[in-house]
């Protein structure tokens, strides 16, 4: 047990569980809130098939945009959290 508590396992097991959770929190947040509302400006019916073409190239953009919104706001929520406990060591 005195490796659990030096090497902080169970704090680093909370946190990855955290992070699963607050992941899909967000990838709901996007599709069920975000996706909804940028789905009248596109022409196909669901966010999934938006298409961008280039010539003879289909680029599927969609499913990029949601993962890039899910992304950049994974990274804000990290962000915040990370200035946060730097705010609180210094103190």
Known sequence: MDFLK???IVSLG?????GI???DLIKSFVNDIVMP???PLNSYGQWENIVLSIG???LR???FLSALINFV???VIVFIIV???NIKNKK
């Not at 909370?14 to 955290?18: C, E, L």
Request: charged letters at 10%; aromatic letters at 12%; a negative charge.
């Open 14 to 18: 909370i946190a990855f569980i955290s």
């Open 73 to 75: 706001l994974l990274m």
């Open 83 to 85: 200035n946060f406990l």
């Open 61 to 63: 953009i969609g499913s």
């Open 56 to 58: 003879v190239v289909e």
């Open 37 to 39: 509302v940028i789905l």
């Open 21 to 23: 959770a607050v992941n």
């Open 6 to 8: 030096e090497y902080k």
